[in-house]
């Protein structure tokens, strides 16, 4: 069997800036703490935290002082910060640079809505740590949808200024807009609904599908590595399903199903942003000892 890694798959810069600070801070003290799960994968959170990086809650951290603590990607809102400050904590603030320029946006427009008549809405996956952090911008005045049931929550009669969390599907975000606009025109008939829509999604995320759709039509089977709770994982996957029913969403070689390949000439294996490129070479020396 032919068996082929994706090699535009694995690590975002992101991620991998976020992943390269942590080893660096291990290198040279040998433990450091970070605020929440580095990546959403385990196994590399389980490598990391054998090399010394320790996973804390929000209430650990906030006990802690005259320490080192890792920013994830997905960044922070304010009060994490003001915490560090209080306690003598040193931030290593791996924060994505596209994460951080989204924060600013929308922190600099909340401070105009007063003038404006405005309102921060926020389309994303609630208490998502990076829609956490976009929320804090706003004092957590922002109004954060989910799905259709929430747009009820926002106020007909401010302008809406939609955000989406980085690493959400285009295609959904473009839909939610379209229900926002609809509510709107609905609540105030005859009325052209204020809507700005800023364009927040990650290209390192949405510029893959294209790629992802072409490598899994010219495999029989396609693997797919990440972790189940990592959103653009989720994403990617179901763009890889429906170019090929015959896609399986695996976290590690444990997930695999020998009937998956009776018969099967070619395999292609992808990943997530999140998920390491060591884990996808240890499902391909998988299945070339078991299948191949």
């Not at 970070?34 to 320790?54: C, D, F, M, W, Y």
């Not at 951290?61 to 009060?79: M, N, T």
């Not at 797919?224 to 976290?251: Q, T, W």
């Amino acid at each position: 069997m032919q068996i082929t890694i994706d090699n535009k798959s694995s690590y975002c810069f992101g991620v991998k800036n976020a992943i390269g600070q942590a080893g660096a801070m291990l290198d040279e003290d040998g433990t450091l703490f970070s605020l929440g799960k580095i990546v959403h994968n385990q196994q590399e959170v389980e490598r990391l935290g054998a090399r010394g990086l320790k996973v804390i809650s929000y209430e650990e951290f906030a006990k802690l002082r005259d320490c080192k603590v890792l920013i994830r990607a997905h960044g922070e809102p304010p009060s994490t910060y003001e915490t560090a400050y209080r306690n003598n904590i040193t931030l290593i603030d791996a924060t994505c640079p596209i994460v951080k320029h989204l924060q600013r946006k929308v922190k600099n427009l909340f401070e105009t809505l007063e003038e404006t008549n405005g309102q921060v809405v926020i389309y994303g996956k609630k208490n998502h740590p990076e829609v956490n952090g976009l929320a804090g911008q706003t004092n957590d005045q922002a109004v954060v949808v989910s799905t259709e049931r929430d747009i009820g929550k926002i106020d007909p009669e401010k302008a809406v200024h939609l955000y989406a969390q980085t690493t959400m599907n285009p295609q959904d975000y473009e839909l939610i807009a379209r229900q926002i606009t609809a509510y709107l025109k609905e609540k105030n008939p005859g009325k052209a609904p204020q809507i700005h829509m800023h364009d927040t999604i990650c290209r390192q995320v949405s510029n893959r599908i294209a790629h992802l759709e072409k490598f899994a039509t010219s495999h029989e089977v396609l693997l797919f590595v990440s972790g189940k709770d990592s959103s653009n994982g989720r994403f990617l996957f179901e763009v890889c399903r429906k170019a090929n029913p015959a896609s399986y969403h695996i976290e590690d070689h444990t997930g695999i199903d020998p009937a998956w390949f009776k018969q099967v000439k070619t395999t292609g294996i992808s990943g997530a942003t999140s998920t390491p490129m060591w884990l996808m070479q240890r499902v391909k020396d998988f299945l070339m000892n078991n299948f191949a």
